[in-house]
Every structure is written in C-alpha cells, then in structure tokens.
C-alpha cells in the first residue's frame, strides 16, 4: 500500500513539476526533494546531473543559437528549462532508489506484466553493453584511438538499435496474438 501512495505521489509531483513554470516554485521543489532524499541528497544529485548533462547541453546551445537569431533569448527560459529537467530527475532517481516498482504496480495485472518485459529488456540492454564494453577492452593491446571508440560506439547503437526494433516488433506480435490489444 505504502508503495501505491508513493507511485500516486510521484505522478502527482511529475505532472506538478510539469505545468509549474516559476523558477523560484521550481527551486523550491528540487529543496524538497533533495531534503526527502536525506543524506543521499549529493549522490541523488550528482546522478542525476551526470544523466542530464548531455541532454541540457544540446538543448540549452539549441535554444541559444535559434533565439539568438531571432533576438528572443532569455535567460530565464534557459533557467527554467534545465531547473526543471534537474527537478523532474532528481525526483526520479529518488523514487526508483526507495520504491520497489513490481509493488507500487501491483494493482494492474497489465502494468505489472508492461514494466516485467521493460524491465527484462533493460537489464538484457545492459549485460549486453558490459560485455560489448569488456569484448572491446580484452582485445585492445594498447590505448585505442578516438576514432576507433567512436566506431565501436557507433556499431554498438546501431546494434542496440536493430535489436529494440526486432524485440519490440516481437513483443507486440506475442501480446496481439494473446488478446492484450483490443484491436
């Protein structure tokens, strides 16, 4: 029960951070839940701008460059933008570190199977990225060239690619042919 209530309130402060749009509402938010967080507030933090660094870069330069251009930029716009990505992280990382999943979606049979075959196919993303990152480490002699980490990067999406759009093709094809779609 006690995980429901915490699910309900994480929707709940997702949708809130969502449509909230004053930065000092915002920064208020991330204080709380930096506080819940208690003396995992660094590590909640740190994770959860490791995660979101590339995504603000490219999106704060984006957005610099275009309203640039325009002559429309404004700071407070930028603020506000990678306030709330930091927010709606942090509350994130916070969440999946106190809350077990499978119990919170208990209630639903057909969430409870969703995130079961989310979960299976992320876990199976990730063995497959150690060994792919420990194939390329065993036969690599000496230090590796940028050019040849970016190839190998490069091959290792497109496989995670070709093998998400054959899995989920699959999957929708297994759960059609048992009646989970009302078609």
Not at 3 to 18: D, F, K, M, P, Q
Not at 126 to 135: G, M, P
């Amino acid at each position: 029960m006690r995980s429901r209530i915490a699910l309900l309130a994480y929707l709940s402060a997702i949708v809130l951070g969502t449509v909230v749009h004053q930065i000092a509402l915002l920064a208020l938010g991330l204080g709380l839940v930096l506080a819940l967080a208690g003396r995992d507030w660094l590590r909640v933090l740190r994770r959860a701008c490791i995660a979101i660094l590339l995504f603000n870069v490219v999106v704060t330069l984006s957005y610099g460059v275009l309203a640039g251009l325009r002559g429309t930029f404004s700071f407070e716009f930028v603020v506000l933008v990678n306030l709330r990505v930091l927010l709606l992280t942090c509350l994130t990382f916070l969440f999946a570190s106190r809350v077990n999943p499978f119990e919170a979606l208990a209630f639903s049979r057909s969430l409870t199977y969703l995130f079961t075959l989310a979960y299976s196919q992320s876990m199976t993303f990730k063995q497959a990225l150690e060994n792919f990152r420990l194939a390329f480490k065993s036969r690599s002699i000496e230090q590796v060239g940028l050019r040849d980490r970016y190839r190998h990067s490069a091959r290792t999406g497109v496989y995670f690619l070709d093998k998400s759009l054959h899995q989920a093709t699959e999957i929708t094809q297994v759960m059609r042919s048992r009646g989970f779609f009302d078609d």
